[in-house]
């Protein structure tokens, strides 16, 4: 599994990271964003690490941008950023 970092910033703000064996007692559970914790909960050892990480990313900034989303919406979004990330060169227009 790619290393993730421990901690992105957002909007300004801290966002902390974790990697767990199981999110909210839930072992179907893959990923999971907890706002009240400024939180993004990956579970340990999937394969779409990096699927479930942005879908997570996108919760956060509906959440604090207060954006009126639902779930499909999310979903849709989330995973065409990663097909779009994911087979693309962007030449390292995102590198500072």
Sequence with gaps: MTELPKEIIVLGK???IKVVPVIN???TTLGEWV???NTIYIKQGIPSVG??????L???IKDKCDLQMNHTIICVLSEVLYQVIKTND???IFSC
């Design 51 to 56: 699927e479930v990480f942005l879908h997570e």
């Design 25 to 27: 007692k839930d072992e």
């Design 35 to 37: 706002g009240t914790e």
């Design 90 to 92: 962007f030449g390292g």
């Design 14 to 16: 801290v966002v902390h």
């Design 58 to 60: 996108v919760e956060c």
